[in-house]
C-alpha cells in the first residue's frame, strides 16, 4: 500500500443524519411560518426536537448551540459526562466531481443511547406529530422506537444512513395493513421508510 499526502481543501460542517433532517424540517416550517405571516418578524417556539448523545467536547457545545441557532429542539441532547466519549464523527475524501472516494466514521456515541432512554423519552415521542430515526443507533434503540410509534400511533421514517446499515431495519412489522416498509431508489443509497 503506498502512502501519499495530497494537498487539499478541508472543511468542516456542523452535520449528521439527525441533525440534517431537523434542520430541514425546521427550515421548511420556518418558511411555512413566514408565508403565512406578513408582519411577524418573531420566531415561533421550536417544533422540532433533537434526541441523541454528545460528547463533554467543543463538536457536542458546537452542535447543541448550532440547533438552538437554527430554531431545533435540543433539550433532549444529552451530554456524556463520560471521558471516553467523544461527539460522533464522520469524515470523507471526494473527488473533484464530488463522487466519495472514501469515508471513515465513529458513531461509537451512539451506542450507549440505549432503549431505556427512548422509553424515558417516551412523552416527547407521544406527543411529537412524526419520528424520524437513522441507523447510527444500536438496533435494540430502533426497535425500541419503532415499539412505542406503534403504541401511540405515530408516523415514523427510518433513514439508512447507507447501504450497508439500511439493513438494521429488515425484518419490522409495523402490523398495519396496506403500511409497512417502503424502499425508495435515492441517488446514492436505497431509502427505507417504515409508516406505522
Same mark, same amino acid.
Given at each position: 500500500m503506498s502512502h501519499f499526502i495530497a494537498d487539499t481543501m478541508l472543511t468542516y460542517a456542523t452535520s449528521g443524519v439527525g441533525r440534517n433532517v431537523s434542520a430541514m424540517i425546521?427550515? $421548511?416550517?420556518?418558511?411555512q411560518i413566514e408565508d403565512n405571516s406578513c408582519t411577524s418578524s418573531r420566531r415561533e417556539p421550536k417544533r422540532v426536537s433533537l434526541v441523541t448523545m454528545v460528547g463533554r467536547d467543543e463538536s457536542g457545545?458546537?452542535?447543541?448551540e448550532h440547533l438552538e441557532g437554527i430554531n431545533v429542539?435540543?433539550?433532549?441532547?444529552?451530554v456524556s459526562q463520560e471521558a471516553k466519549h467523544h461527539t460522533a464523527r464522520y469524515s470523507a475524501v471526494h473527488a473533484a466531481d464530488?463522487?466519495?472516494i472514501v469515508? $471513515?466514521?465513529?458513531? !461509537?456515541i451512539l451506542d450507549n443511547l440505549s432503549p431505556k432512554y427512548v422509553r424515558e423519552k417516551e412523552e416527547a415521542i407521544c406527543t411529537a406529530r412524526l419520528i424520524v430515526i437513522d441507523a447510527n443507533l444500536p438496533s435494540s434503540t430502533v426497535r425500541e $422506537?419503532?415499539?412505542?410509534? /406503534? /403504541?401511540? !400511533?405515530?408516523?415514523?421514517?427510518?433513514?439508512?444512513? !447507507?447501504g450497508y446499515k439500511s439493513s438494521i431495519a429488515l425484518g419490522f412489522d409495523c402490523g398495519h395493513s396496506g403500511h409497512g416498509l417502503e424502499v425508495l431508489r435515492g441517488s446514492y $443509497?436505497?431509502?427505507l421508510i417504515f409508516r406505522c
Open positions: 425546521a427550515q $421548511v416550517l420556518d418558511r457545545r458546537g452542535l447543541i429542539d435540543a433539550k433532549h441532547v444529552i464530488g463522487e466519495l469515508a $471513515v466514521a465513529d458513531m !461509537s $422506537v419503532v415499539n412505542l410509534a /406503534k /403504541k401511540h !400511533s405515530k408516523p415514523l421514517f427510518y433513514e439508512p444512513t !447507507s $443509497v436505497y431509502k
